[in-house]
Protein backbone atom coordinates (compact mmCIF):
# COMPACT_ATOMS: atom_id res chain seq x y z
CA UNK A 1 0.00 0.00 0.00
CA UNK A 2 1.28 3.30 -1.30
CA UNK A 3 2.10 4.90 2.00
CA UNK A 4 -0.45 8.59 1.52
CA UNK A 5 -3.46 5.74 0.68
CA UNK A 6 -5.87 5.90 2.91
CA UNK A 7 -6.84 2.70 5.15
CA UNK A 8 -9.00 0.24 3.64
CA UNK A 9 -12.43 -0.41 5.24
CA UNK A 10 -15.12 -2.92 4.84
CA UNK A 11 -18.55 -1.33 5.23
CA UNK A 12 -22.19 -3.00 6.89
CA UNK A 13 -25.28 -1.79 5.85
CA UNK A 14 -28.58 -2.62 7.67
CA UNK A 15 -31.25 -2.47 5.00
CA UNK A 16 -34.09 -2.26 7.09
CA UNK A 17 -35.15 -2.62 10.63
CA UNK A 18 -35.10 -6.58 12.39
CA UNK A 19 -32.65 -7.86 9.80
CA UNK A 20 -28.79 -7.98 9.92
CA UNK A 21 -25.99 -5.64 9.04
CA UNK A 22 -24.62 -6.98 5.66
CA UNK A 23 -21.38 -6.83 3.89
CA UNK A 24 -22.10 -4.21 0.63
CA UNK A 25 -18.09 -3.73 0.12
CA UNK A 26 -15.04 -1.79 1.15
CA UNK A 27 -13.76 1.56 0.45
CA UNK A 28 -10.99 4.27 1.42
CA UNK A 29 -11.19 6.64 4.32
CA UNK A 30 -8.35 8.47 6.45
CA UNK A 31 -10.92 7.16 10.33
CA UNK A 32 -13.77 5.64 11.28
CA UNK A 33 -15.63 8.93 10.87
CA UNK A 34 -15.12 9.49 7.67
CA UNK A 35 -15.58 5.57 6.88
CA UNK A 36 -19.21 5.91 7.34
CA UNK A 37 -19.89 9.43 5.50
CA UNK A 38 -17.91 7.90 2.96
CA UNK A 39 -19.86 4.43 3.08
CA UNK A 40 -23.15 7.02 3.56
CA UNK A 41 -22.34 8.60 0.19
CA UNK A 42 -21.60 5.69 -1.79
CA UNK A 43 -23.78 2.77 -0.59
CA UNK A 44 -27.22 4.29 0.82
CA UNK A 45 -27.97 7.22 -1.49
CA UNK A 46 -30.54 5.04 -3.10
CA UNK A 47 -32.10 4.58 0.15
CA UNK A 48 -30.32 1.15 0.54
CA UNK A 49 -29.76 1.42 4.65
CA UNK A 50 -30.99 2.68 7.83
CA UNK A 51 -27.80 1.89 9.79
CA UNK A 52 -24.00 1.42 8.73
CA UNK A 53 -20.82 -0.26 10.15
CA UNK A 54 -17.40 -0.19 9.51
CA UNK A 55 -14.55 -2.18 10.01
CA UNK A 56 -10.87 -1.38 8.97
CA UNK A 57 -10.06 -4.11 6.62
CA UNK A 58 -7.00 -5.07 8.55
CA UNK A 59 -9.21 -5.77 11.59
CA UNK A 60 -10.76 -8.42 9.64
CA UNK A 61 -9.38 -12.25 10.35
CA UNK A 62 -9.89 -14.61 7.73
CA UNK A 63 -9.77 -18.39 7.25
CA UNK A 64 -7.26 -19.99 4.75
CA UNK A 65 -8.25 -20.78 1.51
CA UNK A 66 -5.74 -23.62 1.42
CA UNK A 67 -7.17 -25.04 4.32
CA UNK A 68 -10.64 -25.35 2.95
CA UNK A 69 -10.06 -28.97 2.91
CA UNK A 70 -10.20 -29.66 6.29
CA UNK A 71 -11.77 -26.68 6.96
CA UNK A 72 -15.42 -27.76 4.67
CA UNK A 73 -14.87 -30.70 3.28
CA UNK A 74 -15.76 -33.34 6.65
CA UNK A 75 -19.45 -31.49 6.66
CA UNK A 76 -20.17 -32.38 3.54
CA UNK A 77 -21.34 -36.01 4.68
CA UNK A 78 -22.96 -35.21 7.81
CA UNK A 79 -26.79 -34.97 6.00
CA UNK A 80 -27.81 -35.75 9.32
CA UNK A 81 -26.67 -32.42 10.82
CA UNK A 82 -29.51 -30.62 8.47
CA UNK A 83 -33.01 -31.06 10.44
CA UNK A 84 -34.69 -32.34 7.09
CA UNK A 85 -35.85 -35.36 8.54
CA UNK A 86 -39.44 -34.12 9.47
CA UNK A 87 -42.42 -34.91 7.75
CA UNK A 88 -44.36 -30.83 8.04
CA UNK A 89 -47.85 -30.47 6.92
CA UNK A 90 -48.31 -29.03 3.62
CA UNK A 91 -49.67 -25.78 4.95
CA UNK A 92 -45.92 -24.96 6.21
CA UNK A 93 -44.68 -22.59 3.59
CA UNK A 94 -41.88 -20.99 5.12
CA UNK A 95 -40.27 -23.31 7.31
CA UNK B 1 -42.01 46.97 -7.29
CA UNK B 2 -44.98 44.73 -6.58
CA UNK B 3 -45.26 42.32 -3.78
CA UNK B 4 -45.66 39.79 -6.48
CA UNK B 5 -42.27 40.40 -8.04
CA UNK B 6 -40.58 40.67 -4.24
CA UNK B 7 -41.45 37.40 -3.33
CA UNK B 8 -40.60 36.37 -6.73
CA UNK B 9 -37.82 37.54 -6.83
CA UNK B 10 -36.55 36.14 -3.36
CA UNK B 11 -37.15 32.43 -4.05
CA UNK B 12 -35.50 33.03 -7.18
CA UNK B 13 -32.40 34.26 -5.27
CA UNK B 14 -32.99 31.18 -2.92
CA UNK B 15 -32.89 28.94 -5.94
CA UNK B 16 -29.88 30.44 -7.93
CA UNK B 17 -27.61 30.42 -4.46
CA UNK B 18 -28.44 26.75 -4.71
CA UNK B 19 -28.58 26.16 -8.47
CA UNK B 20 -24.78 27.77 -9.04
CA UNK B 21 -23.24 26.47 -6.08
CA UNK B 22 -24.58 22.83 -7.24
CA UNK B 23 -23.08 23.60 -10.95
CA UNK B 24 -19.73 24.39 -9.25
CA UNK B 25 -19.37 21.53 -7.05
CA UNK B 26 -20.87 19.07 -10.09
CA UNK B 27 -17.55 20.27 -11.74
CA UNK B 28 -15.53 17.96 -9.71
CA UNK B 29 -17.52 14.96 -11.10
CA UNK B 30 -15.00 12.35 -12.15
CA UNK B 31 -12.24 14.61 -10.93
CA UNK B 32 -12.59 14.12 -7.22
CA UNK B 33 -9.55 13.61 -5.11
CA UNK B 34 -10.50 10.41 -4.07
CA UNK B 35 -13.24 8.38 -5.55
CA UNK B 36 -14.98 8.52 -2.19
CA UNK B 37 -15.21 12.17 -2.09
CA UNK B 38 -16.17 12.55 -5.55
CA UNK B 39 -18.94 10.62 -4.86
CA UNK B 40 -19.80 12.94 -1.65
CA UNK B 41 -19.41 16.32 -3.65
CA UNK B 42 -21.46 15.37 -6.64
CA UNK B 43 -24.30 14.14 -4.08
CA UNK B 44 -24.18 17.78 -2.37
CA UNK B 45 -24.40 18.74 -6.02
CA UNK B 46 -27.68 16.78 -6.79
CA UNK B 47 -28.97 17.71 -3.12
CA UNK B 48 -28.68 21.64 -4.42
CA UNK B 49 -29.75 21.09 -7.76
CA UNK B 50 -33.16 19.35 -5.94
CA UNK B 51 -33.38 22.60 -4.02
CA UNK B 52 -32.84 25.12 -6.43
CA UNK B 53 -35.87 23.13 -8.64
CA UNK B 54 -38.17 23.12 -6.01
CA UNK B 55 -37.92 27.11 -5.59
CA UNK B 56 -37.81 27.44 -9.30
CA UNK B 57 -41.04 25.50 -9.48
CA UNK B 58 -42.69 27.27 -7.22
CA UNK B 59 -41.33 30.72 -8.60
CA UNK B 60 -42.53 29.82 -12.17
CA UNK B 61 -45.99 29.01 -10.48
CA UNK B 62 -46.29 32.69 -9.28
CA UNK B 63 -45.11 33.87 -12.22
CA UNK B 64 -47.54 32.48 -14.37
CA UNK B 65 -50.53 33.67 -12.17
CA UNK B 66 -49.34 36.94 -12.60
CA UNK B 67 -50.43 38.98 -15.27
CA UNK B 68 -47.36 41.13 -16.09
CA UNK B 69 -45.09 38.21 -17.33
CA UNK B 70 -45.54 37.02 -20.84
CA UNK B 71 -45.05 33.75 -22.01
CA UNK B 72 -45.55 30.56 -20.10
CA UNK B 73 -42.50 30.50 -17.12
CA UNK B 74 -41.22 26.88 -16.14
CA UNK B 75 -38.45 25.73 -13.71
CA UNK B 76 -36.44 25.30 -17.06
CA UNK B 77 -36.97 28.63 -18.59
CA UNK B 78 -35.99 30.09 -15.23
CA UNK B 79 -32.72 28.10 -15.15
CA UNK B 80 -31.70 27.87 -18.99
CA UNK B 81 -32.97 31.06 -20.10
CA UNK B 82 -31.72 34.01 -18.05
CA UNK B 83 -28.76 36.04 -18.45
CA UNK B 84 -26.25 36.75 -15.81
CA UNK B 85 -27.69 39.92 -14.51
CA UNK B 86 -31.01 38.51 -13.79
CA UNK B 87 -29.08 36.14 -11.75
CA UNK B 88 -29.11 36.67 -7.99
CA UNK B 89 -27.06 34.01 -6.55
CA UNK B 90 -24.15 35.69 -3.98
CA UNK B 91 -20.73 35.51 -5.67
CA UNK B 92 -19.71 33.40 -2.61
CA UNK B 93 -21.18 30.69 -4.79
CA UNK B 94 -20.07 31.57 -8.25
CA UNK B 95 -16.22 31.53 -7.21
CA UNK B 96 -14.00 29.08 -8.98
CA UNK B 97 -13.81 25.85 -7.74
CA UNK B 98 -9.50 26.14 -7.75
CA UNK B 99 -8.54 23.33 -5.37
CA UNK B 100 -9.99 20.95 -3.01
CA UNK B 101 -9.36 23.67 -0.13
CA UNK B 102 -11.40 26.43 -1.63
CA UNK B 103 -14.05 24.17 -2.34
CA UNK B 104 -14.80 22.78 1.40
CA UNK B 105 -14.23 26.11 2.61
CA UNK B 106 -16.90 27.85 0.03
CA UNK B 107 -19.19 25.09 1.27
CA UNK B 108 -18.74 24.92 4.82
CA UNK B 109 -19.06 29.13 4.42
CA UNK B 110 -21.97 28.88 2.63
CA UNK B 111 -24.01 25.64 4.03
CA UNK B 112 -23.49 27.14 7.82
CA UNK B 113 -25.32 30.26 6.09
CA UNK B 114 -27.75 28.18 4.42
CA UNK B 115 -28.51 26.51 7.98
CA UNK B 116 -29.75 29.27 9.82
CA UNK B 117 -31.54 30.76 6.98
CA UNK B 118 -33.71 27.60 6.06
CA UNK B 119 -33.87 27.22 10.18
CA UNK B 120 -35.45 30.64 10.03
CA UNK B 121 -37.50 29.77 6.75
CA UNK B 122 -39.44 26.96 8.79
CA UNK B 123 -41.49 29.53 9.99
CA UNK B 124 -41.91 31.46 7.04
CA UNK B 125 -45.42 32.80 7.07
CA UNK B 126 -44.87 31.70 3.36
CA UNK B 127 -46.34 27.53 3.63
CA UNK B 128 -44.27 26.61 0.36
CA UNK B 129 -40.85 28.23 1.05
CA UNK B 130 -41.94 26.76 4.82
CA UNK B 131 -42.09 22.99 3.24
CA UNK B 132 -39.30 23.44 0.94
CA UNK B 133 -36.86 24.56 3.60
CA UNK B 134 -37.68 21.73 5.74
CA UNK B 135 -37.03 19.37 3.54
CA UNK B 136 -33.66 20.34 2.38
CA UNK B 137 -32.47 21.56 5.81
CA UNK B 138 -31.95 17.57 6.62
CA UNK B 139 -29.89 17.82 3.11
CA UNK B 140 -27.90 21.20 5.00
CA UNK B 141 -27.49 19.75 8.11
CA UNK B 142 -25.05 17.23 6.03
CA UNK B 143 -23.40 19.21 3.96
CA UNK B 144 -22.12 21.76 6.84
CA UNK B 145 -21.02 18.47 8.90
CA UNK B 146 -19.23 17.69 6.01
CA UNK B 147 -17.35 20.68 4.80
CA UNK B 148 -16.55 21.33 8.52
CA UNK B 149 -14.64 18.21 9.10
CA UNK B 150 -13.16 18.84 5.86
CA UNK B 151 -11.97 22.49 7.48
CA UNK B 152 -10.61 21.04 9.96
CA UNK B 153 -9.22 18.21 8.78
CA UNK B 154 -6.81 20.47 6.13
CA UNK B 155 -6.43 23.44 8.47
CA UNK B 156 -4.92 20.86 10.74
CA UNK B 157 -3.34 18.90 8.77
CA UNK B 158 -0.15 18.75 6.78
CA UNK B 159 1.49 22.16 6.22
CA UNK B 160 0.82 22.24 2.44
CA UNK B 161 -3.10 21.38 3.26
CA UNK B 162 -2.69 24.36 5.71
CA UNK B 163 -0.77 26.67 3.53
CA UNK B 164 -4.09 26.27 1.40
CA UNK B 165 -6.57 26.93 3.47
CA UNK B 166 -5.12 30.12 4.55
CA UNK B 167 -5.44 30.80 0.79
CA UNK B 168 -8.59 29.66 0.21
CA UNK B 169 -10.11 32.08 3.29
CA UNK B 170 -7.72 34.88 1.55
CA UNK B 171 -9.96 34.16 -2.22
CA UNK B 172 -13.38 33.79 0.01
CA UNK B 173 -13.30 35.26 2.67
CA UNK B 174 -14.28 38.82 1.03
CA UNK B 175 -17.79 37.27 -0.18
CA UNK B 176 -19.23 36.75 3.09
CA UNK B 177 -20.47 39.76 4.38
CA UNK B 178 -23.07 39.78 1.28
CA UNK B 179 -24.81 36.65 2.78
CA UNK B 180 -26.11 38.65 5.65
CA UNK B 181 -26.46 42.56 3.92
CA UNK B 182 -30.38 42.31 3.13
CA UNK B 183 -31.24 43.61 -0.92
CA UNK B 184 -34.70 45.28 -1.29
CA UNK B 185 -36.58 42.00 -2.17
CA UNK B 186 -35.35 40.44 1.25
CA UNK B 187 -35.71 43.28 3.59
CA UNK B 188 -39.87 43.66 1.87
CA UNK B 189 -39.32 39.53 2.58
CA UNK B 190 -38.50 39.95 6.29
CA UNK B 191 -41.17 42.54 6.69
CA UNK B 192 -44.13 40.38 5.39
CA UNK B 193 -42.62 37.44 7.86
CA UNK B 194 -41.94 35.58 4.85
CA UNK B 195 -38.04 35.87 5.10
CA UNK B 196 -35.41 35.16 7.83
CA UNK B 197 -33.68 38.33 9.29
CA UNK B 198 -30.16 38.00 7.62
CA UNK B 199 -28.45 40.15 9.96
CA UNK B 200 -29.50 38.68 13.60
CA UNK B 201 -28.18 35.44 11.58
CA UNK B 202 -24.99 36.62 11.43
CA UNK B 203 -23.33 36.24 14.82
CA UNK B 204 -24.51 33.00 14.82
CA UNK B 205 -22.74 32.40 11.58
CA UNK B 206 -19.77 34.08 13.06
CA UNK B 207 -19.49 31.64 16.28
CA UNK B 208 -19.81 28.66 14.23
CA UNK B 209 -17.15 29.66 11.96
CA UNK B 210 -14.52 30.83 14.48
CA UNK B 211 -15.49 27.37 16.44
CA UNK B 212 -14.38 25.17 13.22
CA UNK B 213 -11.63 27.81 12.19
CA UNK B 214 -10.00 27.41 15.99
CA UNK B 215 -10.21 23.42 15.71
CA UNK B 216 -8.70 23.80 12.50
CA UNK B 217 -6.09 26.55 13.61
CA UNK B 218 -6.98 28.72 11.33
CA UNK B 219 -7.23 32.82 11.79
CA UNK B 220 -10.32 34.76 11.46
CA UNK B 221 -9.12 37.63 9.33
CA UNK B 222 -9.87 40.86 10.75
CA UNK B 223 -11.50 42.46 8.06
CA UNK B 224 -15.10 41.73 7.38
CA UNK B 225 -16.50 40.69 3.62
CA UNK B 226 -16.63 43.68 1.41
CA UNK B 227 -17.45 42.30 -1.82
CA UNK B 228 -21.61 42.75 -2.90
CA UNK B 229 -23.66 42.54 -5.68
CA UNK B 230 -24.41 39.15 -6.45
CA UNK B 231 -27.83 39.49 -4.83
CA UNK B 232 -29.18 42.55 -7.40
CA UNK B 233 -27.44 40.65 -10.42
CA UNK B 234 -23.92 42.71 -10.07
CA UNK B 235 -21.79 39.65 -10.45
CA UNK B 236 -17.78 38.60 -10.41
CA UNK B 237 -16.39 37.60 -13.97
CA UNK B 238 -17.02 33.88 -13.33
CA UNK B 239 -20.92 33.37 -13.51
CA UNK B 240 -21.04 34.34 -17.16
CA UNK B 241 -18.68 31.32 -18.15
CA UNK B 242 -20.98 28.70 -15.50
CA UNK B 243 -24.10 29.98 -17.64
CA UNK B 244 -22.40 29.90 -20.89
CA UNK B 245 -21.72 25.94 -20.13
CA UNK B 246 -24.81 25.36 -17.95
CA UNK B 247 -27.11 27.18 -20.67
CA UNK B 248 -25.42 26.13 -23.57
CA UNK B 249 -28.00 23.60 -25.13
CA UNK B 250 -30.88 25.81 -24.73
CA UNK B 251 -29.10 28.82 -26.54
CA UNK B 252 -28.05 26.52 -28.88
CA UNK B 253 -30.79 24.28 -29.69
CA UNK B 254 -33.87 26.29 -28.11
CA UNK B 255 -36.25 24.17 -26.91
CA UNK B 256 -34.88 21.13 -27.56
CA UNK B 257 -35.45 18.10 -25.18
CA UNK B 258 -33.63 15.02 -24.40
Known amino acids: MAQNEWPLWEIFIRSKQGLDHKHVGSLHAADAQMAIENARDVYTRRQEGISIWVIESKYIHASNPDEADSFFEPANDKVYRHPTFYDLPEELKHI | ?258
Not at chain 2, 95 to 117: G, I, M, Y
Not at chain 2, 183 to 210: D, F, H, R, S
Not at chain 2, 214 to 240: D, F, N
Request: proline fraction near 3%.
Open chain 2, 1 to 258: MTATNHLTNYIIHLGDNALILGHRNSEWCGHGPILEQDIAITNISLDLIGQARLFYQYAAELMNKSSSVTGLATEDSIAYLRDVMEYKNTLLVEQPNEDWACTVLRQFLFSTHQQLLYNGLLKSSDQQIAVISEKALKEVNYHVKWSAEWVIRLGDGTEESHQRMLQAIDSLWMYTAELFEPVPYELWATQNNIGANLPTLQNEWMKKVENIFSEATLPIPIQKGWQKGGKTGVHTEHLGYILTELQYMQRAYPNCIW
